[in-house]
Nanobody, 124 residues
Framework: QVQLVESGGGLVQAGGSLRLSCAAS????????VGWFRQALGKEREFVAA????????NYADSVKGRFTISRDNAKNMVYLQMNSLKPEDTADYYC?????????????????WGQGTQVTVSS
């Protein structure tokens, strides 16, 4: 079992930045790929970014590429999502998820463990 807790969400103006954190506990975190997903009101959960278990391989949705950066610190059991140049359409609940694999997968259904989410609101 892996337990995940997100933090760092909040209200920010368009063009601003936020850094989300995902704290993990339980099994050896360095054996898990981690993804960030988001779900806006009335929409399906969608892929944002993912990182391999060692942190060398990353994967981004086209909508956030160049604005968001995913990183991890396995010594601290942490994964981060740095979000810059935020847009109102980035408004959503953001979730981190983990899967026992090296591969930073983009598919929601591939992930086994999920956090409770943190809310991000970007005002125009």
């Amino acid at each position: 079992q892996v337990q995940l807790v997100e933090s760092g969400g909040g209200l920010v103006q368009a063009g601003g930045s936020l850094r989300l954190s995902c704290a993990a506990s339980g099994r050896t975190f360095s054996n898990y790929a981690v993804g960030w997903f988001r779900q806006a009101l009335g929409k399906e959960r969608e892929f944002v970014a993912a990182i391999s278990w060692g942190g060398r391989v990353t994967n981004y949705a086209d909508s956030v590429k160049g604005r968001f950066t995913i990183s991890r610190d396995n010594a601290k059991n942490m994964v981060y999502l740095q979000m810059n140049s935020l847009k109102p359409e980035d408004t959503a609940d953001y979730y981190c998820a983990a899967k026992f694999t090296m591969i930073p997968n983009r598919l929601v259904d591939e992930y086994d463990y999920w956090g409770q989410g943190t809310q991000v609101t970007v005002s125009s």
